[in-house]
């Protein structure tokens, strides 16, 4: 959830900053990327995908909660049934922030700001190696005929080495 920040506001009070965060947010869901200064858009990214947390929901409930905050109609309708959709297995990490370039008037940094639309490839399970899980449990089965195979291998090697050892001396 968005925590209330200590210290000087974004563009002055506290209702300006809300205002600014939701016209942000509704021109990043409208063209899916927007170029923005660093420290609005680290501050627009929790209640972007707060937003879309919302969307994922898709009961009349959360999409009057997100209309209270970014009262464009079909800004918020796009939000619902365009973006929503798209990010349903996806699990968050909704937006992605990239470093750009410093602005030429006042030399702030800027960044890019969108969408992580593309399909979320999903993670393979680690899954335990199969050979621990049956070595373990055949291995005392199998440890006696191996000994005895070992046994007998090594009886037989020492018997043919003996002669041998003996015809060569």
Known sequence: MPRPTKGPRLGGGPAHERLMLANLAAALFTHKSIETTETKAKRLQPHAERYITFAKRGDLHSRRRVLQSIT?????????????????????????????????????PMAVIELVLE???PKAKKAKPAAEKPAK?????????????VDEAA?????????EAEEAK
């Open 72 to 108: 464009q109609k079909d800004v918020v309708h796009e939000l619902f049934t365009e973006i929503a959709p798209l990010m349903a297995e996806r699990e968050g990490g909704y937006t992605r922030i990239t470093k750009t370039r410093f602005r030429k008037g006042d030399n702030a």
């Open 155 to 163: 009886a037989e090697a020492a018997v043919e080495e003996t002669p």
């Open 137 to 149: 449990a055949e291995k005392p089965v199998e440890e006696a005929p191996a000994e005895e195979v």
């Open 119 to 121: 399909p979320v490839a």
